[in-house]
């Protein structure tokens, strides 16, 4: 399947499934990597949607602003189709 016009509601369900489990208001720094390495791994294999990143307001495509000892915010984006377009993430201060 290449068309997000064609996707039914569990196909949409089982995509935005693999980011919403990170969301939340105190994630870990390791649990962002993981985020993004999947954000990453989706935008290489899924021609279906990309999936951008933006980190403390500024988009990224890596994990290299990600404090280790801090945690983060994170939300998400969905497009007209209610599937996942952006991964908000904000390092908690």
Known sequence: M???EDMN???????????NIYIGKDVSASNVKSLITAIKHSNENT???????TINGEV?????????????????KYDDYNLICEAIIVENT
């Open 47 to 53: 021609a279906i949607r990309t999936v951008n990143l």
């Open 2 to 4: 290449t068309n997000v």
């Open 60 to 76: 990224a495509t890596d994990d290299s602003k990600i404090n280790d000892s801090s945690t983060y915010t994170v939300s998400f």
């Open 9 to 19: 509601a569990q196909e949409k369900s089982i995509f935005n499934s693999k980011f």
